[in-house]
């Protein structure tokens, strides 16, 4: 059973979770790839090897496009308790959560530069879909959707495949990032990301990609080379809310910004991370979730991992990118 502990130098929690020590590690073995395949739990024909399906889209066949499944080496779950306990000094908690694997296509080669529209589409509905149903268990505080791919993301796997941690609490750096639109909001009755989105319009030296429902840029202090912010015209705090015309419309802009990088950069490992704001659940502070949807945007970061961290990036969680988003902005609009 996995606990999370609670560090109070750091003011942060850390999950430890033993069981995620004997994953299956396949990427030592990048240069078998045919091989690799037949032992592929994701492959069509295997579903026995996952554990059971929370979640699919089927084409007229019968055949799935998109899986869901718990995460077999899962880091939380649902069955612990939300109950904490002191050892001491200490206090941790039992590991309670939720830990998901979209498997997102069944084609074990391909990657996100080869998907089309439905692809994107269907992968979102997914997201959307597994997010409004976490929502209901109302012990879980926040719902992280991200996709490591490649080695320099942290990938273990090669098929492509994303993964849903839901957590019974709000990381510290989720939390902060939510007091710090709140204070924007009520000094200024608009929200941030709004005001960040018409700055780039206006001087247009950013923006990558827009069509009429999204825009994506390099934001301004990126943190990365080539990093990507992709965020709705429209106010919006989460993925639930995306009805079908705007899946379509953040399908097409995925699209359009991964033809672009991986035309730049070739192939190349990334986070893609959705940002979300928590659903609502029975904070201590009453007052948590008052004008949320006003002031949180539901966003996507895009995070090219073209180098691993270091000693300074642990050090002070601060960032040397030696690339400014103006010439990557202007590399990714002129291919
Ligand atoms: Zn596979």
């Not at 904070?283 to 966003?299: I, S, V």
Request: neutral net charge; proline residues 6%; hydrophobic residues 40%.
């Amino acid at each position: 059973m996995s606990e999370i502990r609670f560090c109070p130098l750091r003011g942060e929690r850390v999950i430890i979770a033993p069981n995620r020590l004997h994953r299956p590690i396949d990427f030592a073995f990048c240069e078998k790839e045919r091989e690799n395949i037949n032992e592929c739990p994701f492959e069509r024909g295997r579903e026995n090897f996952t554990p059971k399906e929370i979640f699919s889209l089927k084409n007229e066949r019968g055949e799935w496009l998109v899986r869901v499944v718990p995460n077999l080496y899962h880091a939380l779950s649902v069955e612990n308790r939300k109950r904490s306990f002191r050892d001491g000094f200490f206090e941790y908690a039992e590991g309670l959560g939720a830990h998901e694997v979209v498997i997102e296509t069944p084609d074990h080669f391909k990657k996100m530069r080869d998907y089309d529209v439905f692809e994107f589409r269907n992968y979102l509905f997914a997201l959307k879909s597994r997010y409004i149903d976490l929502q209901n268990d109302k012990r879980l505080e926040y719902i992280s959707i991200f996709k490591n791919q490649g080695l320099n993301a942290g990938a273990t796997l090669r098929h492509p495949h994303s993964q849903i941690i839901a957590t019974s609490f709000i990381p510290k750096d989720i939390r902060e990032e939510i007091e710090r639109k709140r204070e924007y909001f009520k000094k200024h009755n608009r929200a941030l990301m709004d005001d960040i989105i018409n700055e780039e319009i206006k001087i247009d030296k950013r923006v990558v990609s827009k069509n009429d429902d999204f825009i994506a840029f390099s934001p301004f202090a990126s943190f990365f080379p080539f990093e990507i912010f992709i965020a709705p015209l429209f106010p919006i705090s989460s993925i639930a809310l995306l009805d079908e015309k705007r899946l379509f419309s953040l399908s097409e802009i995925l699209r359009d910004i991964f033809k672009r990088l991986y035309e730049v950069l070739g192939d190349f490992d990334f986070n893609l991370i959705f940002k979300n704001s928590p659903p609502k659940t029975n904070q201590r502070d009453p007052n948590f979730f008052y004008e949320l949807n006003d002031f949180y945007r539901f966003y996507i970061q895009i995070t090219p991992r073209l180098y691993k961290f270091a000693g300074f990036e642990i050090a002070t969680k601060m960032h040397i990118n030696p690339l400014s988003p103006e010439e990557a902005a202007d590399k990714l609009k002129n291919i």
